[in-house]
């Protein structure tokens, strides 16, 4: 992992002058009977706050694998890892038995007319969270990675017919999958693991064109067999990889994790995590998917570790899952209920949903609770 940036005793001015990179709460007002260094902490943890958002918003110079360290807000190019030979489950919502995920999820929808183009995942509060491990789930044949400290973040679009890179073929959908792993394959054909924590993007083409017994994706993914429901190919491939950290970011992190997804029509799309004073990026052409044509609905949480395997937390875990999304509007989001089947990926976690809200303004976003 890039070394973190150590601050010892800083200033009022230099915190001020850092803050001034992005909107923060003015001084007179947020720090009003703080000392000196308890006022200079605030600004800082608020300078850094508005910084890791500032990240999730800035574009990189193209396709490829990026890096960038608080204060700075300009993405250095970094060496790719491998695409990983990960692979998430679609959902089988029958079998989902009281567990978040596969179907039974709050998604957030956009309004009526409006297209998503990035959504935002965060948890504003993480209590009594001390381990986590992905276990397999007998519906999914018991896949994915398993083990303490191995879960997926996923921000998950909406399956879209609509999209142009199904090339016309009836009951093909899009998806893309904004991921961050504590672990992936190094390959399709290998068992071996990276031991590293990545972000990168999974896209999907659903029962696409005919199944023939060949390979009938287009350029750029991988045929993964016939569709359980339709005629076609699943068609699926990751981008390169971007590394977070060498080994598995344990759950107690949680809190401190931000993932988003972001989709440009005829531009790139992108997959971004902030850790404390640290961003990471992968991105891949749009057009490989056309996402951004019929992004409406949005998906995040924490969940295992692909293959269909469930995130089982402690007992006495609490978490405050925050969806906020760019829509080109203030209007409130839309809290799809879990009955709704809307959620788009079969990982789940152990957890019981709670209330979700829906809040509009320069953010909007979705709000709800989930504990065990």
């Not at 947020?30 to 260094?37: C, I, S, V």
């Not at 600004?43 to 890096?67: D, I």
């Not at 792993?181 to 590293?196: A, D, E, G």
């Not at 709670?354 to 609770?369: E, V």
Request: glycine share 12%; aromatic share 8%; proline share 4%.
């Amino acid at each position: 992992m890039q070394t973190k940036m150590k601050f010892g005793m800083r200033s009022l001015l230099h915190v001020a002058a850092v803050a001034g990179l992005v909107s923060v709460v003015p001084l007179s007002s947020a720090f009003a009977g703080q000392t000196g260094d308890e006022a200079a902490d605030h600004a800082e943890a608020q300078a850094r706050e508005a910084w890791r958002g500032t990240m999730h918003k800035l574009s990189t110079p193209g396709e490829g694998c990026f890096h960038a360290s608080y204060p700075s807000t300009q993405w250095e190019e970094v060496e790719c890892a491998e695409a990983p030979g990960y692979r998430s489950a679609l959902p089988k919502a029958k079998v989902r038995e009281q567990t978040v995920g596969n179907g039974s999820d709050y998604v957030v929808q956009a309004p009526s007319g409006s297209l998503l183009s990035a959504a935002a995942g965060s948890f504003p509060t993480v209590t009594g969270v001390k381990t986590e491990k992905s276990a397999g789930v007998a519906a999914f044949g018991d896949g994915g990675i398993l083990g303490s400290n191995e879960y997926t973040l996923q921000v998950n679009t909406n399956f879209d017919s609509s999209s142009a890179a199904c090339n016309g073929y009836s009951g093909c959908f899009a998806w893309q999958q904004y991921v961050m792993s504590t672990n992936t394959p190094v390959s399709l054909t290998s068992n071996q693991l990276t031991n590293k924590t990545e972000v990168f993007i999974e896209y999907w083409l659903i029962n696409y064109g005919v199944d023939n017994g060949s390979n009938i994706c287009p350029s750029g993914f991988i045929d993964g067999g016939a569709d359980a429901e339709g005629p076609g190919d699943d068609c699926v491939q990751n981008t390169k990889a971007t590394v977070i950290a060498n080994g598995q970011l344990p759950i107690t992190d949680l809190a401190s994790l931000k993932l988003s997804g972001s989709a440009k029509a005829g531009g790139t799309d992108a997959a971004t995590v902030t850790f404390d004073t640290e961003a990471y990026t992968a991105t891949v052409s749009d057009s490989l998917t056309d996402i951004a044509s019929g992004w409406t609905q949005a998906e995040f949480n924490v969940l295992g570790n692909a293959g269909g395997s469930v995130a089982d937390f402690n007992t006495g875990s609490s978490v405050t899952v925050n969806v906020a999304v760019t829509d080109g509007s203030t209007t409130a989001p839309t809290c799809i209920s879990p009955s709704k089947d809307d959620g788009t990926t079969g990982e789940t976690n152990n957890l019981t949903l709670g209330k979700c809200t829906a809040t509009g303004g320069a953010t909007p976003s979705i709000q709800f609770t989930e504990s065990h």
